[in-house]
């Protein structure tokens, strides 16, 4: 459970740097806590270029019956990337 | 099961005569495929007729608001409103509260449409002077983009449109054994010209990616139903060769974009794999021309049906460029939330003044810009004025200009507002439901106080040079 919860942390990062190279405005992000996607100054453009990001970096493809809420913050999108096994 | 044949649609109008036409030929054939779900052409025309039927219970003189999402209940929804009696106005499904109230009061709109069929009353204010009158024959209401400001409601008829829809099948050589997965919403011109009645009308299978779309979606899509052409954005693409989707588009025939420049890199790597297509319309005309990849920087030739005439512009510069008008054989009505003097207003002998620059060579169409401050963000033209309106609407707001930044490569809105009180989140929540999300800037900068020159202007080359430098 330990080392779920430490590659969670881990993804989330990398999460965040990702974020970075996807936005339009650089607001700044908490360093620690959670960061919803919303709020995080993406636009739409910003959030589809941030996902192919995301597929990009953990190898992986968004499957097309993704919850909406999965892709609601970093935390959650760092728990269902550490679910799969990136 | 009986199914209650709805009255328009027995009067033979345009869209159920081609639905039954379509389900007679092509019966058990799929018309339309999303991910899970599948309808065939004989299905396609009951569901609709049966919607229509429901619409027409509604009394001749429902004008019904509706917000299509990429889906077959949507489509079905909107060639309904098409075939019944009432007068469907097909809006953008970012449009906030507010925009859609708007709509309410300006159009006269009697009841809101789910995305399943189900009507509700819309309440809401009205414009004093009641609504606007409607133009003769008017079946269904399209939306301009904002290039005019707010967008404006514009009225078609059911005929013309399917003249443009055949006339775009002619000229695209799209035919029955076409599978075109389209990657634009329905409001949206780019499907709505290219997608729609010209597929069904066609004989072809229409393929819908869903809601959320990533370039892997994309590719799953056109892999498993085998697309033979794909119609999307300028910044998709972008994406789509950014992670090397493009690879997978082998076997599609065309690849259709429109509303932007493809930058020269995505287009060169989209030419290696398959054909690549451009072409020019506008909300208020419809298709204007098409461009099959003959003349790169083209938009191409007019359509049979359009014509193309280049007049004097000041702001045009040397070289014959001038502004675009269009005439086309299935262009609006007139608007739906205005005056009929308003319509003819931007109209020059019979064609349509746009808002861009261009010329023709050879008989090709050739775009050098815009007249004014319009920008294009992602494909959609966008009135900065509008929503510099709606920053100044909010109190402890003295100034804003919105300029149109380049960030990543990417075309987004920024925000300057001069204010001594609020912070970003207050600004984004008073814009909230107020502008589409499209709208609200990506980049907010506030300031107590916003560069100015010598005469006391706010200089937006200052603004814009101190954005870039970060």
Redesign the interface.
């Known amino acids: 459970m330990e080392m779920t919860g430490t590659r969670t942390r881990q993804i989330a990062a990398e999460l965040k740097d990702l974020l970075s190279?996807?936005?339009?405005?650089?607001?700044p992000l908490p360093a620690d806590g959670d960061v919803l996607l919303r709020?995080a100054?993406?636009?739409?453009?910003?959030t589809?270029?941030f996902?192919?990001l995301i597929?990009?970096h953990f190898g992986i493809?968004?499957d097309?019956d993704?919850p909406e809420d999965t892709l609601r913050s970093v935390s959650s999108i760092a728990r269902y990337l550490a679910d799969l096994g990136a | 099961m009986t199914t209650t044949v709805s009255e328009s649609a027995t009067a033979g109008s345009g869209v159920a005569s081609l639905l039954q036409r379509q389900a007679g030929e092509h019966g058990r054939r799929p018309a339309i495929r999303e991910r899970g779900r599948e309808i065939s052409y004989a299905d396609l025309c009951e569901a609709v007729t049966r919607r229509a039927a429901d619409f027409d219970g509604l009394g001749g003189e429902a004008v019904l608001a509706f917000q299509p999402g990429r889906d077959i209940d949507s489509l079905i929804t909107v060639l309904a409103g098409m075939v019944s009696q009432a007068v469907i106005l097909i809006a953008d499904p970012a449009w906030g509260s507010d925009e859609l109230g708007s709509v309410v009061a300006n159009c006269g709109v009697t009841h809101l449409i789910g995305r399943h069929g189900q009507a509700s009353t819309a309440d809401g204010p009205r414009r004093e002077r009641g609504p606007a009158p409607r133009p003769d024959g008017v079946s269904f209401g399209r939306f301009t983009s904002g290039s005019t400001g707010s967008s404006r409601c514009l009225g078609f008829r059911e005929r013309t449109a399917l003249t443009a829809a055949g006339t775009w099948a002619a000229a695209t050589a799209l035919g029955p054994a076409d599978r075109v997965a389209c990657c634009a919403s329905f409001h949206n011109g780019l499907a709505f010209n290219t997608s729609l009645l010209s597929v069904l009308g066609s004989g072809a299978q229409l393929l819908l990616p869903g809601d959320r779309l990533l370039p892997s979606s994309l590719v799953r899509l056109i892999e498993t139903h085998e697309a033979t052409r794909l119609v999307a954005f300028p910044f998709f693409l972008d994406l789509v060769v950014q992670q090397g989707a493009q690879q997978h588009f082998r076997k599609l025939r065309q690849i259709v974009s429109s509303a932007d420049r493809l930058q020269p890199g995505t287009a060169a790597a989209l030419r290696e794999v398959s054909q690549v297509c451009d072409y020019y319309g506008l909300a208020e005309v419809g298709p204007c021309t098409y461009n099959d990849g003959e003349r790169p920087g083209s938009v191409g030739r007019p359509l049979p049906g359009a014509s193309i005439r280049i007049i004097p512009e000041p702001q045009a510069g040397p070289g014959g460029a001038g502004r675009v008008t269009v005439r086309t054989g299935w262009m609006a009505e007139g608007y739906l939330d205005g005056d009929p003097q308003e319509w003819a207003a931007h109209l020059s002998d019979g064609h349509y003044l746009t808002s861009d620059l261009g010329r023709l060579t050879d008989g090709f169409l050739i775009l050098e810009g815009r007249v004014g401050r319009i920008v294009n963000v992602g494909g959609r033209k966008i009135d900065p004025a509008e929503i510099e309106e709606a920053l100044r609407l909010i109190d402890g707001v003295s100034y804003a200009c919105v300029l149109l930044v380049h960030v990543h490569g990417r075309p987004a809105l920024a925000a300057f507002i001069e204010s001594a009180t609020l912070g970003r989140a207050d600004v984004l929540r008073s814009l909230s439901g107020k502008l589409a999300d499209y709208k609200i800037p990506s980049a907010i900068r506030i300031a107590a106080k916003l560069p100015r020159g010598e005469a006391g202007k706010v200089s937006r080359e200052r603004l814009l040079a101190e954005f870039q430098e970060g």
């Open positions: 190279q996807a936005r339009t405005d650089q607001v709020e100054g993406l636009s739409s453009l910003d589809v270029a996902l192919v597929e990009d493809t968004f097309d993704l």
